[in-house]
């Protein structure tokens, strides 16, 4: 079973900041925070990982609570394009890539 | 660019036949990839790992007379669906490390939509 929790669906705004929270009050302290995206009718894609820091790329930052019971996805700035479902995994680091989805937040961009 | 390549993208077949998926990692060499399944409004499953050399290690409920799984070269693993019937039809998509060991991210095929009449 999945580890973490997520609201089922969000809207927002385009050009403002996505937040899309995620709980996982279980995690050991050996497992990472892992976020990917599904456009639809597409295979997924790795957006940004974590174990305590807070992580930013080009796609995104990640913000883990302090006990790391949570995380916070932040797209900077919504496109249209990011419209999609966006999964919050966490895993061992050294699983191999062995990733248990759960059923995620369906992100809609609105202009 | 893309990472894994993934082959068919979708294929129709009649209910008794067999179809072969192909899963290839571009640039780099993969002993484990994943294969995962997702119906239509659902998260995607795992269904099994595929070790390069070795059998592959199936999830809990996953038949492993039928979805056979081949990981025969360091770049590609291939899905057979024996024996297809309605209730396979589904979205497959393959999985693997993105070629640096544990310090890459997981990287996905575009998947491979099965219908099965």
């Known amino acids: 079973d999945a580890k973490t929790t997520q609201p089922p669906s969000m809207d927002c705004a385009e050009g403002r900041a996505a937040n899309l929270p995620c709980n996982h009050s279980t995690i050991s302290g050996n497992e990472y925070v892992y976020w990917y995206r599904q456009i639809h009718s597409q295979g997924p894609q790795y957006i940004i990982h974590g174990l305590k820091n807070n992580e930013t790329n080009e796609m995104a930052s990640l913000i883990i609570t302090e006990d790391r019971k949570s995380s916070t996805l932040i797209l900077p700035h919504a496109t249209l394009r990011d419209t999609a479902v966006y999964y919050c995994?966490?895993?061992?680091?050294?699983?191999?890539?062995?990733?248990?989805f759960g059923q995620g937040t369906e992100l809609s961009v609105k202009p | 660019g893309a990472v894994v390549s993934q082959h068919p993208s979708w294929v129709i077949c009649k209910s008794g036949t067999s179809v072969k998926i192909e899963c290839r990692s571009l640039?780099?060499?993969?002993?484990?990839m994943f294969w995962y399944r997702q119906f239509p409004k659902q998260s995607l499953m795992l269904m099994a790992t595929s070790n390069e050399g070795s059998k592959a290690t199936y999830e809990q409920g996953v038949e492993k007379d039928k979805f056979l799984i081949n990981h025969a070269s360091l770049t590609l693993s291939t899905l057979t669906v024996t024996s297809a019937h309605p209730e396979d039809s589904s979205f497959y998509i393959c999985s693997s490390l993105g070629g640096f060991g544990y310090n890459s991210p997981l990287h996905f095929g575009n998947g491979t939509r099965l219908t099965v009449t």
């Open positions: 640039d780099f060499q993969a002993t484990t």
């Open positions: 995994i966490v895993a061992l680091y050294n699983q191999g890539g062995k990733l248990i």
